[in-house]
């Protein structure tokens, strides 16, 4: 079954915090706080990602009604079909999470004109459309609704070798901050969450090691970064960057000059993705490492964000 058939509810409970890509990695973590939190969930992911089963442990952890929808949301009038689920079943959202992304590592000359599309369509086109279709919802609520759009280091830094990837990122914080100030008087705040690497599998944390280790200083958990973004979107926070770490390169990013940045950007990229080719990783090096990462966190990345 791809769907949760819910239960009828109340003019009391029918709120949900509605997260797209919470099958794994940052989006799961997410849905894990807002339960802690004790909001009521929709979680979305596509077919066959073990999504039915992640939201079957939420349910069973905490008390809160966990409802799931499967559907691949770069698939034509993805968005739509999901909005129309929720309206079909009377489900109101008072929190949105636009988290779902995807990314790419090569030149713009040799990576295929489908990829782009996919990037833009996923991390930008996906956001605006379910921002747009749940907005008037979100702005009758009022008080206690939250977008929270989930952006990346990369939003600051413009990166050669990820140049879609990093400008895309860069249109979900501007989008961002312009809906924050449309909706500044509707009582709906809108949070933009700036992740540096984070750990959501076995490839990302193969391609750190590649890399000698240099990165690791930087990198983090996606139930910390889960548990930060959650605690400071409800506080209201503008641009939420999960560590003071990556805070500073943020600041240090918009103070020197864009193409030293790039430029410095382009060449750490390189670097890792230079190491990283050398080494296959096996299978059995993937099995025995995961049992080294987080809990839930080992589901495919195929970029480093
Ligand atoms: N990981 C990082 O280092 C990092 C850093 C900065 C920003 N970010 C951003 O954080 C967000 C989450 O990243 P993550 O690393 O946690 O991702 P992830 O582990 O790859 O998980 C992505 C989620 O989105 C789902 N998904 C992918 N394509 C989909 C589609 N077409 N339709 C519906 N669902 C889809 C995935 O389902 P499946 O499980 O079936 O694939 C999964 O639930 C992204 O916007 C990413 O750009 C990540």
Known sequence: ???????????????????????????????????????????VALPNSGLRQAAEEIKLKYSVHVIYYCIDLAENEGPERLYQYTTDHLLKVN??????????????????????????????????????????QLKDYGQGAYILNVGSLASFIPIPGKSVYSASKAFVLNFSIAMREELKTSGVSVSCLCPGPVITSIELLQRFKDAGNKG??????????????????LKGKKVIHP???IYIISVLSGLLPDGFV????????????????????SQEQVATSKSNLPENSFRKISNLN
């Open 1 to 43: 079954m791809d769907q949760t058939e819910p239960t009828k509810m109340t003019e009391k409970n029918n709120h949900y915090t509605l997260i797209t890509g919470a099958s794994s990695g940052i989006g799961l973590q997410m849905a894990h706080e807002c339960a802690k939190w004790g909001q009521n969930l929709i979680m």
């Open 95 to 136: 929190i949105l999470i636009n988290n779902v992304g995807t990314g790419y590592s090569g030149m713009l000359g040799t990576t295929e004109i489908h990829d782009l599309k996919n990037i833009m369509y996923l991390n930008n086109f996906v956001m605006v459309t379910l921002t747009r279709l749940f907005i008037n």
């Open 262 to 281: 790039s430029r410095i950007a382009g060449w750490v990229f390189r670097r890792i993705a230079e190491k990283a080719k050398k080494i296959q990783i």
């Open 216 to 233: 690791n200083w930087i990198l983090q958990s996606p139930e910390e970064v889960a548990r930060i973004a959650i605690r400071k979107l």
């Open 243 to 245: 560590s003071l770490k």
